[in-house]
């Protein structure tokens, strides 16, 4: 299966503080940011390619659908826990936005569209289950899960009857934009920041696995079909 993409918005520093239209600043640095990713949650991160003022992306590429969330130089292969490194690329490149690498040991998401995505959380507060991490990118909410691998995910999708173009998994080999990263479509921000699991290890993110989201995912993307039908943030 190939990797297909991805309340308050919050800046990444955990303060929640930000401006009165809701929508949190980015306040914190994007390098304070990325080196609390990789030092407090043990996220492997890599920069991306950066979106220029009026939306371009600095790939160069004039088709790019992602401007400023995707990764270029170094590639995503390079994404790394390494306080040393982490902190030398922001220092170097610090208007880049963050990206995860998902799968392996680090989280996996799933996203869908924003309003899609809203309404789900509530769904999913309502019956009382955990969401875990939310982000909310200015066109798709992404929700951060346990890591999973492709073949597990593939029964998963085949034991239901109609799984929305809109839903879309990003699992081992792929990326998300984190918090406070600026993409060319806008800001990207917190929904609700990760949290340390009180029965885990040290530095161990509470995270909710696919499987306990599916259902209500799939309802809330039916309801909101994906109308520009290409990759995007």
């Known amino acids: 299966m190939r990797e297909i993409l991805g309340e308050r918005r919050t800046n990444g ?11 949190q600043r980015r306040s914190l ?31 160069g590429r004039a088709d790019c659908q992602v401007p400023g969330a995707h990764p270029a130089d170094p590639d ?28 392996g040991r680090a989280p996996c998401a799933v996203s869908l569209p924003a309003v899609a995505g809203a309404r789900a959380d509530l769904e999913l507060r ?48 792929g990326y998300v934009p984190l918090p406070p990263s600026a993409t060319g479509a806008g800001e990207v921000g917190w929904v609700r920041e990760p949290e340390r699991a009180r029965d885990r290890g040290r530095g161990a993110v509470a995270l909710p696995s696919i499987g306990e989201l599916l259902d209500v995912l799939v309802e809330a993307g039916l309801s909101a079909p994906d109308r520009e039908g290409r990759l995007s943030y």
Do not use: K
């Open 13 to 23: 520093n955990g303060n929640g503080g930000g401006s009165g239209d809701g929508v």
């Open 29 to 59: 640095p994007s390098r304070g940011a990325a080196l609390a990713f990789a030092r407090r949650w043990g996220w492997p991160v890599v920069p991306g390619a950066e979106a220029l003022d009026d939306g371009r992306c600095a790939c």
């Open 76 to 103: 995503l292969l390079a994404a790394t826990t390494d306080a040393r490194m982490v902190g030398w690329w922001w220092e170097t490149r610090p208007q880049a936005p963050i990206l995860l690498a998902t799968g």
């Open 126 to 173: 309502r019956r009382g289950v955990g969401t875990g991490p939310v982000i909310a990118a200015p066109t798709r909410w992404l929700l951060l899960v346990e890591p999973y691998e492709l073949p597990e995910l593939g029964e998963l999708l085949a034991a239901r009857e109609l799984v929305p173009s809109s839903l879309r998994f990003h699992g081992p080999g």
